[in-house]
């Protein structure tokens, strides 16, 4: 049996919701996926998590993506996208926290 290639994983996933052609794109993939996240973040949960952002989001565009897609530059596109997103909001909520923080001490 050959060896099929990411295009053709990714076409028999979203036309026939293959999960066994979607696990190997994952498998083949998230390598890539997590070490482009950890480096952005620096925290391996964190990076855990945009990994998995990155592999939802490819299952819900996967028949959007032409076939012409370099699929591990995009993986690594969304997984940048995803990593400053995660950052924006983790830093959100600390300025949140930060803010309840000196509002709960003028309170005191």
Known sequence: MRLLDDVELLSA???Q????AFATLVE???????SSALRQVLDPHLAEEITQAVFIILARKA?????????????????RFAACNALKA??????REQEAYMESLLHE
Request: with cysteine; aromatic share 8%; net charge positive.
């Open 63 to 79: 028949g959007s993506l032409g076939r012409e897609t370099v699929l591990a530059g995009w993986l690594c596109r969304t997984a």
């Open 90 to 95: 983790e830093h959100r909520r600390q300025h």
């Open 13 to 15: 996933y979203a036309t």
């Open 17 to 20: 919701r293959s999960e066994e």
């Open 28 to 34: 083949r993939h998230v390598s890539l996926v997590y």
